[in-house]
T-cell receptor, first 109, second 115 residues
Framework: GQNIDQPTEMTATEGAIVQINCTYQ??????LFWYQQHAGEAPTFLSY????GLEEKGRFSSFLSRSKGYSYLLLKELQMKDSASYLC??????????FGTGTRLLVSP | EAGVAQSPRYKIIEKRQSVAFWCNPI?????LYWYQQILGQGPKLLIQ????????DSQLPKDRFSAERLKGVDSTLKIQPAKLEDSAVYLC?????????????FGQGTRLTVV
């Protein structure tokens, strides 16, 4: 089975850096996804990690440690438009995508 | 490339009524998912299809929910009879079959309110 944990809510100010953590327990590991979801909209893909380490993509980076069952999403130079929910998701089997509860990020001026 | 299409966008029904949602995935995507997202929570997987076969429906409340994907393309999700706790956004997503790292593409969802 799957168990995915994330903080419920985080706050940060514009221009700052924020790290959103995700811990997971899974019977089989096929990588870890991060999605962004603005209020009232559908989730959109941010990143996928299958190997340990940090992957950078512009202002967003994602880190994975398979031995620790741990990932984080790092957002730099925060902008107001980054206010959204960030969902950690792990495949529970081939392409069975299971989501955590999501972390709501509030960016203030 | 057209995205995942869902309809209707909004639906309000009374408890004990029935409702159906429709999803047309991205062309060529063999995997189709239905998720239920209650306000403030992450999406919960209800059912996963590969082509027209069910891969996982372990969290689908089968006494009231049903889903089909008869021709391996579009899909319908039905609730009969609806309960107040079914109020949620129902998201459809699709992804290619042959890539485990393939991202899922989501439709805009159907917001269901049961009164």
């Amino acid at each position: 089975g799957q168990n995915i944990d994330q903080p419920t809510e985080m706050t940060a100010t514009e221009g700052a850096i924020v790290q959103i953590n995700c811990t997971y327990q899974t019977s089989g590991f096929n990588g870890l996804f991060w999605y962004q979801q603005h209020a009232g909209e559908a989730p959109t893909f941010l990143s996928y990690n299958v190997l340990d380490g940090l992957e950078e993509k512009g202002r967003f980076s994602s880190f994975l440690s398979r031995s620790k069952g741990y990932s984080y999403l790092l957002l730099k130079e925060l902008q107001m438009k980054d206010s959204a929910s960030y969902l950690c998701a792990a495949p529970g089997g081939f392409q069975k995508l299971v989501f955590g509860t999501g972390t709501r990020l509030l960016v203030s001026p | 490339e057209a995205g995942v299409a869902q309809s209707p966008r909004y639906k309000i029904i009374e408890k004990r009524q029935s409702v159906a949602f429709w999803c047309n995935p991205i062309s060529g995507h063999a995997t189709l998912y239905w998720y239920q997202q209650i306000l403030g929570q992450g999406p919960k997987l209800l059912i996963q299809f590969q082509n027209n076969g069910v891969v996982d429906d372990s969290q689908l409340p089968k006494d009231r929910f049903s889903a089909e994907r008869l021709k391996g393309v579009d899909s319908t999700l039905k609730i009969q009879p609806a309960k107040l706790e079914d109020s949620a956004v129902y998201l459809c997503a699709s992804s290619p079959l042959d890539r485990p790292d393939a991202e899922a593409f989501f439709g805009q969802g159907t917001r269901l309110t049961v009164v």
